[in-house]
């Protein structure tokens, strides 16, 4: 008979032991709450769905969107709500009267101000598609205070959704296309709320059916949706909640149901696993469930910790699109843990040995101590130098192309090919290639005097990329005026004046954002000089991301450093989780750049638009999600491999026992996880796709690459220093460790 094991918080009472007695003694109260806490929460909760927000891609404190600001409050610019194209059957001229008809509906819809046009100009030239047949039209809101528009103004959001949905596609012998931020944060929306619903329709079913193999019976295979439903809903809630005091993007529900379903899997597969060996070695039901909590229970709530720590880091990054993440990451880590240290242990006191009920498998469904697991480690552990370089030469092999990695910001073309928004785009840059020449705004705070900004304009223009320049005094090209501005009054304030550069290299594109840098880069006679535009926004974005990825790096090494040490009171064990975690994310990200910048394997992705970059929001969720999941597998096997240890065993023994009671656990788990991750690769959002894609490889490269083969091969060399930690610092994690005693 096993002994009877508690956990101890600064040396005091075996906390964990006592839950799950407590769990065990009131199971039937316990899960009847639970359950009509799932109901409840889920009746709230999915309200979440109206109240997501789809941007929040951009620096709200970046120049670019301060120079909006500027040229909205105190210039009076105003960009459209909705740029309109407007395909007629042979010229736009023959078709007026249902063109002007048409737009003249337009203009009445709620909130609408102004709608300029190929018709209302009179037939201007730069409203008229390069093919003759097709026109342009604008449409801005009225009272627009700011380039945001506020709910107290105008709500562009329904103003846009009532244009698009009642005056686009085929309108008689017309055919009209809507484009705009708006339209496109209203198609994510749309599309990611259609891909959540496919997605799940292919992981759940999938997942319940390999949940019954892997569980080994029907009734044990039912409990990780337990933990994942309650979670799931419980998370939504929260999601809503938060989404009524700031923003909450629309993206973060993907990590919900995947991270929810898990952990939900990942910690029930623990828990039972326990309380089968548990129910072998002893007769009382309630203390195999008093030491399944005490033992499993202890390492869900380590790992539960640890995760969500690790998701934390989220908040560090200034979008609340990645923010949204660390909202619902960290609301997903504590609801799982409380549904895994409540709801399973009362399920299993009342279920018993009816756990293993409806067998789909032969023999003891317990685990051993000797098994394939424990071969593959003890392999691994007589030739560990070999299998340590040749893996580490493979994952750095497999990070190779991370090395020419291109990082950019989503668009309309991470939306699939035929959707209505995505084709918008491409006709506006077919027909309206000068229009799509987005402007590089320029404000001067306290500029020098006329001469001194004309020559920094002249200046300007002579960058080959630039086609032409815009003071408030004149219009250059080529370093030369070509003609006065007509419009010199609405181009100077009292302490600024405005400068637009137009050029035809993409905006949302590495050149755009190099042409930002070099505009940067100019010696302009000013106080302050902001750059604006859609260019430099991507670029702000870029490198908000980028500047801050060395502070959650700090975050992530500190955090696993700190949990890790207190689980098992080693300094080096730590370190080579940090080491081992940092080589299987290159090699993720080596994977994703030769798939999504290259074009790759599209077979397996499904189709998508390359755009030659990978976008750094959607890579540092891969990275953050691979590395909080990492440490989830890192503690499972640890609180194995050191229960073994400190029973006495060597670190060969207690390495082979401890991944042949886990290894199993952990590659089921990652097994099922990464179905759940891959179905995201059904969704029609490139970033989505990329977020399943890079998910999905980093679990299953940790779960087997480095568990099996970098783990004990490491552990092996590294031999009794394994365990080894200073004095002081042992006698710190003896007052504050968690510890079984």
Request: zero cysteines; hydrophobic letters at 55%; a negative charge.
């Amino acid at each position: 008979m096993n002994t009877v094991h508690s956990t101890t918080l600064n040396n005091r009472s075996p906390l964990f032991h006592r839950l799950g007695a407590w769990v065990a003694r009131h199971r039937w109260p316990v899960l009847v709450s639970y359950l009509v806490l799932m109901v409840v929460v889920g009746i709230f909760g999915i309200r979440v769905f109206a109240a997501m927000e789809s941007e929040g891609f951009n620096d709200s404190a970046s120049d670019s969107l301060r120079a909006a600001a500027i040229l909205a409050d105190e210039f009076g610019t105003e960009d459209p709500l909705i740029i309109l194209a407007i395909e007629t059957p042979s010229s736009p001229d023959l078709s007026s009267a249902e063109a002007i008809a048409l737009l003249d509906q337009i203009a009445t819809v709620d909130g609408v101000g102004e709608v300029v046009s190929y018709w209302s100009t009179g037939g201007a030239e730069s409203f008229l598609g390069a093919n003759g047949n097709t026109a342009q039209a604008l449409v801005f809101a009225e009272n627009v205070e700011t380039e945001v528009f506020d709910a107290e103004t105008v709500d562009a959001e329904s103003v846009t959704t009532e244009i698009v949905d009642n005056f686009t596609g085929e309108q008689g012998e017309l055919v009209v296309y809507a484009f705009g931020g708006e339209v496109i944060g209203n198609a994510f929306t749309q599309q990611i709320s259609r891909d959540l619903a496919v997605a799940e329709s292919i992981a759940i079913p999938i997942t319940a059916l390999l949940l019954i193999f892997v569980f080994g019976s029907v009734v044990a295979a039912g409990l990780p949706f337990l933990v994942a439903g309650g979670t799931i809903l419980g998370s939504f809630l929260v999601l809503f909640i938060i989404s009524r005091v700031t923003e909450v993007s629309i993206f973060s529900l993907n990590l919900v149901t995947g991270l929810g379903l898990a952990l939900g899997i990942d910690y029930a597969l623990l828990i039972i696993n326990r309380f089968r060996e548990e129910l072998r070695a002893r007769d009382s039901v309630p203390e195999a469930v008093a030491v399944t909590v005490n033992t499993a229970g202890r390492t869900v709530f380590v790992s539960g910790a640890a995760v969500a720590v690790a998701l934390a880091s989220l908040l560090i990054f200034p979008q609340y699109f990645l923010r949204s993440f660390a909202y619902a990451g960290i609301a997903v880590s504590v609801l799982a843990v409380i549904g895994a240290l409540t709801a399973i242990p009362a399920l299993l006191a009342i279920l018993g040995k009816n756990v293993n009920r409806l067998k789909v498998r032969r023999g003891d469904l317990a685990p051993k101590d000797d098994g394939a697991w424990a071969r593959v480690a003890r392999f691994v552990m007589r030739y560990p130098w070999p299998v340590l370089l040749g893996t580490v030469a493979l994952l750095l092999v497999m990070a190779a192309p991370a090395l020419g990695a291109v990082f950019g910001q989503v668009d309309e073309r991470a939306l699939p090919a035929d959707n209505p928004a995505a084709q918008a785009g491409q006709v506006l840059r077919e027909q309206f290639p000068d229009n799509d020449a987005s402007p590089y705004d320029i404000v001067l705070r306290q500029p020098g005097s006329p001469e001194q900004v004309q020559a920094f304009a002249e200046e300007l223009s002579l960058i080959p990329e630039i086609d032409r320049v815009t003071t408030a005094e004149s219009i250059v090209i080529d370093g030369s005026v070509v003609a006065p501005n007509p419009n010199a009054a609405t181009w100077s304030t009292a302490d600024a004046t405005r400068i637009e550069a137009v050029s035809n290299v993409r905006p949302i594109d590495p050149a755009g954002e190099a042409l930002v840098a070099e505009i940067r880069g100019l010696d302009a006679p000013a106080e302050e000089v902001l750059v604006g535009g859609l260019a430099a926004e991507s670029a702000d974005a870029t490198n908000s991301v980028l500047d801050r990825v060395w502070i959650v790096a700090l975050w992530l090494a500190i955090a696993t450093l700190v949990i890790l040490f207190l689980f098992t009171g080693s300094v080096l064990i730590p370190i080579k989780a940090i080491v081992l975690n940092v080589l299987s994310l290159a090699a993720t990200l080596g994977a994703l750049v030769w798939v999504f910048q290259g074009g790759h394997l599209t077979w397996l992705t499904g189709e998508y638009t390359a755009t030659g970059t990978i976008d750094i929001s959607t890579l540092a969720l891969i990275a953050v999600i691979a590395f909080a999941l990492s440490m989830d597998y890192e503690v499972f096997m640890l609180s194995r491999i050191k229960e073994e240890h400190d029973a006495g065993k060597s670190t060969t023994d207690a390495v082979a026992l401890g991944l042949q009671r886990t290894g199993r656990i952990v590659t089921a788990a990652a097994l099922l996880i990464a179905i759940v991750f891959a179905s995201f690769l059904t969704s029609g959002a490139t970033n989505i796709k990329q977020l399943g894609f890079g998910v999905t490889v980093a679990i299953l490269l940790d779960a087997t690459v480095v568990r099996a083969l970098l783990v004990p091969s490491f552990m092996r060399i590294a031999g009794r220093a394994n365990w080894w930690a200073p004095a002081w610092l042992r006698r710190t994690h003896a007052r504050v460790g968690l510890r079984e005693g």
